[in-house]
């Protein structure tokens, strides 16, 4: 009952000072709302569970290969692992991302999913809503059989139930409809269909790496000892083939951390900023708080006179951090949904569609959590100054000089030293994320993306026969695309204000490549660790387009790649400099893909292929017409504005292959802003927190010397009666400020250090302690601060010494 009165009395005296309300309640509302969605994303992301049956239990399983590490395996080695390993894993199953052309049933459309082992459905405990899943019958039989994904059938096929048993066109192979994925399963990536593997035909020899791996452990089972176990198979596998499979080894670890691993040391930083953000909020809410006690000190001593207890005025000061916590947390709370919403706006390709950010349970726990801790940090040290005021003292009104004001006061500047030194530490991680992004723009990835437009086509590849020899396939294929390929590149060349058209397999920094190997130089001793290169399918204009200089030799020609991969090939500067010694390439041999040795007749510039952030790779290229690639992408540059080509590129290729996808019409400038998406993502967030604790600092600053002002109106009315002038009053609230700006800068530097050492990941070209970007924000926060402290300061000095006097 004492506290209901309590919080009755509290409601009727926060609603005579609306201002002291509304500004403590935004306050902590700002910060619980900063929490709350980041918490959200981080809690949808890195600490929900996957959303499959006994997600817990499923690991991904890949190949350790110096210098591969966690990579697919062959056919071969897939069976093996999985028959030697069965008392680790209660289910095996193997994995080929895939894309295919869905045609016959309105426009076309690119499609990208899976071909999967009848293991791989098991895995996940058949996720299925409609139908079922295909099983050894259908993966033996070579039955071409598909599993629709939930948003595939919806968007597709109308949600129609009588889908099952349909066939239906992918890559212009008829395939029977037997099942419908549940709406939480898209596994691997965002699925939309899956297909068998046909694993029993395939004829992919022991060194064909292309099955990607997930396993489910046996109750009991720990990653480690299934480790022991796959690793004892391949020491086998090792000593048998020891071309293929030596130095051999297995990696398992939980499936979470495959999907979202590289999220978390962001994510992490970015709750920690949130975090802190809200330790700047209950900051102010405290010197709010403090301050309201002070200007209760009379009423308070006049309770304490009558018979109050101590433990019913904290009760009384306490009662109003309650309230203002309260309302505070659920504003907050009520604010973080449409946070959510803007911050996933915001990043709406960044994470997995595995993620299922929201406000649930999880986060209003985490939200009341703040408020208590708030509550805590912010109302006790009010309520035990409120517990200890002298009822004499104060109603004579003597409590402002005396030493309980004086503790007081130097709280309040505590806690804006901190506030300062949260601030600075935000704005250094900003500074140095900013810096990466810029050092970022700075490099140079080989390639001259102004004026180029890019498009991806999907072209309709032969299927592979199951048992077909894959060299007589990839024949066949070259046969039926290779002139394709070249009607395809004439006709955009030949467009209205086209200068020049090229193609390739895999654009240059979109962090996607095609197939790698290992090589061999004759006459060259490469380590087997070091000997991997990249290979590149491209036409004879696709330099010249992206403006990727020729260092030595000559391009490719329209004769190139007419019989088969030809004897020719190109390399860049990277794959002499590690190969070659740097020099001498042209005329050289090299012997990869199908080991044969083929002939170096160029040398082309580096073009950073995974990123601004990593050098280039060693590429061997060769003729876009002998590709088994079916995504390419095309580069047209332009005589003029890139972006106007886009409509008739467009129209074109409708004309010129009504059933061919088209995917990811944009500039080269727009592909590469793609690269550098989620540290422009962070930099906002950081950014934006940091401009927050800066305001949040600046008016806690500004609140403290304010009250400073009017705690020593008289003082400074003396000061200038004896004689100071409008200086000196300037000197002495200016050095009161700088007494707590300078802590605050020295605890926040730091602060940003320690914040630099864990970003450290993310940055690029700048060092975690950078000198000029700590400096920088150091010196606006200085300035912020002075400006903070000018304002009540200036007010100060014009205070006319008879009327500070008279006041008293």
């Known amino acids: 009952m004492n506290w209901l009165h309590n919080l009755k009395l509290a409601a009727r005296a926060l609603r005579a000072r609306p201002s002291f309300f509304a500004t403590a309640t935004a306050t902590l509302a700002l910060g619980v709302c900063a929490l709350a969605a980041i918490f959200s994303v981080y809690d949808g992301v890195l600490l929900k569970p996957l959303p499959y049956a006994r997600a817990e239990r499923i690991v991904a399983v890949s190949r350790v290969q110096p210098p591969v590490d966690g990579a697919p395996v062959s056919r071969p080695v897939f069976q093996e692992w999985r028959d030697g390993s069965t008392k680790a894993f209660a289910a095996f199953g193997g994995y080929q991302q895939a894309s295919m052309n869905l045609t016959g049933a309105g426009s076309a459309e690119r499609l990208a999913g899976a071909n999967v082992t009848p293991g791989f459905w098991q895995v996940f405990g058949a996720p299925l809503a409609l139908g079922r899943a295909f099983g050894d019958d259908e993966e033996n039989r070579n039955e071409k059989v598909v599993v629709l994904s939930d948003a595939l059938w919806r968007d597709r096929f109308g949600a129609a139930a009588d889908v099952i048993g349909r066939d239906i066109l992918l890559d212009g192979a008829s395939f029977r409809v037997i099942g419908v994925a549940q ?10 269909f899956w297909t068998p593997t046909f694993l029993p035909a395939s004829t992919q020899p022991r060194g064909g790496n292309y099955l990607s791996m997930v396993a489910r452990l046996r109750d009991g089972m720990q990653a480690g000892a299934a480790k022991q176990m796959l690793d004892g198979v391949a020491a086998w596998e090792g000593k048998n083939w020891p071309d293929n499979n030596g130095n051999l080894s297995a990696r398992v670890v939980p499936l979470q951390d495959v999907v979202f691993g590289r999220l978390r040391q962001p994510l992490t930083m970015l709750l920690i900023a949130s975090a802190l953000v809200l330790l700047i909020a209950c900051a102010n809410l405290a010197n709010l708080m403090l301050a309201r006690g002070q200007q209760r000190e009379r009423e308070l001593a006049l309770r304490r006179a009558l018979g109050a207890g101590r433990e019913g005025l904290v009760h009384a000061v306490l009662a109003e951090a309650a309230i203002i916590c309260a309302i505070g947390a659920t504003l907050g709370l009520l604010a973080a949904g449409p946070a959510v919403h803007a911050l996933l706006a915001l990043a709406p390709k960044l994470l997995p569609t595995q993620s299922t950010p929201g406000i649930d349970w999880r986060v209003a726990g985490a939200a009341l959590v703040a408020a208590v801790a708030t509550l805590l940090l912010a109302g006790l040290a009010p309520a035990w100054r409120a517990s200890r005021v002298d009822p004499a003292d104060a109603l ?18 505590a806690l804006v030293a901190v506030e300062l030194a949260i601030a600075l530490t935000l704005l250094g991680g900003s500074a140095l994320l900013l810096e990466s992004l810029r050092h970022l723009g700075a490099v140079d990835a080989g390639v001259r993306s102004e004026g180029v437009l890019t498009a991806r086509v999907a072209l309709d590849l032969p299927t592979q026969a199951p048992g077909e020899d894959m060299l007589a396939w990839l024949t066949r294929v070259q046969k039926t695309n290779g002139p394709r390929i070249d009607a395809l590149i004439a006709q955009v060349a030949a467009l209205p204000g086209v200068a020049s058209a090229g193609l390739v397999d895999a654009l240059p920094i979109s962090g996607g490549g095609g197939g790698n190997g290992s090589v061999i130089v004759p006459g060259h001793d490469i380590p087997d660790d070091q000997n991997l290169a990249e290979f590149r399918f491209v036409s004879p204009d696709y330099f010249k387009t992206l403006g990727i200089p020729l260092r030595d030799g000559r391009v490719f020609d329209t004769h190139d790649g007419r019989e088969g991969f030809g004897p020719d090939v190109l390399v860049n500067q990277a794959f002499v400099d590690r190969f070659l010694g740097g020099k001498g390439a042209v005329g050289q041999q090299v012997g990869a893909i199908d080991g044969e040795l083929r002939t170096i007749v160029g040398v082309v510039g580096d073009a950073r292929q995974y990123g601004l952030e990593e050098a280039a790779r060693p590429e061997i290229y060769l003729p876009a017409r002998v590709t088994w690639s079916s995504d390419l992408t095309l580069v047209i540059k332009a005589n003029g504005d890139a972006a106007a080509l886009a409509q008739p590129l467009r129209r074109t290729l409708a004309q010129f292959a009504p059933d061919m996808p088209v995917l990811a019409v944009r500039t080269m400038e727009q592909a590469t802003r793609l690269t550098t998406a989620m540290r422009r993502f962070n930099l906002i967030l950081m950014g934006a927190f940091a401009g927050v604790a800066l305001a949040l600092a600046a008016i806690g600053l500004y609140g403290v010397i304010s009250g400073s002002v009017g705690q020593r109106r008289r003082e400074l009315g003396v000061r200038q009666a004896l004689g100071a002038t409008r200086g000196d009053v300037h000197k002495l609230m200016l050095g009161a400020g700088l007494r707590m700006v300078a802590p605050g800068l020295a605890l926040g530097l730091l602060g940003a250090l320690a914040l630099g050492k864990l970003i450290a990941a993310q940055l ?16 606006l926060l200085l300035l912020v601060a002075l400006a903070a402290c000018a304002i009540p300061t200036l007010r100060a000095a014009r205070i006319p010494p008879m009327e500070a006097l008279r006041d008293e």
């Open 183 to 192: 709406p939480s399963f898209r596994y691997p990536g965002d699925a939309q």
């Open 396 to 413: 004579r009104g003597g409590g402002r000089d005396l030493g309980g004001s004086r503790a007081q006061g130097r709280l309040r500047r």
């Open 764 to 779: 690029y070209g700048v060092g975690s302690a950078d000198p000029f970007a700590l400096g920088t924000v150091a010196i």
